[in-house]
Nanobody
């Protein structure tokens, strides 16, 4: 069984920063063989991909709304993926989910991902 556990959410003022982390585990789960993504879902909106990173870390994807502000990284030795979020805006408020997709290619669709964490709330006040 695969577990993805997010941490680092919270409430911050606009312009502030937060760092989200996701720890992956599982007896048969080879973290380095999975593309990892961070999604978010705001109330009344669809879940959307914010950032993703290929299994080697050599390829990344960012939604236009976060380019230049968010940075995704991974540590395959520690089975962790991190999302550094700077210059936060109220519209970044959402539940943020960590997700894993088997394979090396970055994909944006929710259905492309095999495993999900339970999410962590990020609230940005104006």
């Amino acid at each position: 069984q695969v577990q993805l556990v997010e941490s680092g959410g919270g409430t911050v003022q606009a312009g502030g920063s937060l760092r989200l982390s996701c720890a992956a585990s599982g007896r048969t789960f080879t973290f380095s063989r999975y593309t990892m993504g961070w999604f978010r879902q705001a109330p009344g909106k669809e879940r959307e991909l914010v950032a993703a990173i290929s299994w080697s870390g050599g390829s990344t994807y960012y939604a236009d709304s976060v380019k230049g502000r968010f940075t995704i990284s991974r540590d395959n030795a520690k089975n962790t993926v991190t999302l550094q979020m700077n210059s936060l805006k109220p519209e970044d408020t959402a539940v943020y989910y960590c997700a894993a997709r088997g394979g090396s290619r970055v994909r944006a669709g929710v259905r492309e991902y095999d495993y999900w964490g339970l999410g962590t709330q990020v609230t940005v006040s104006s």
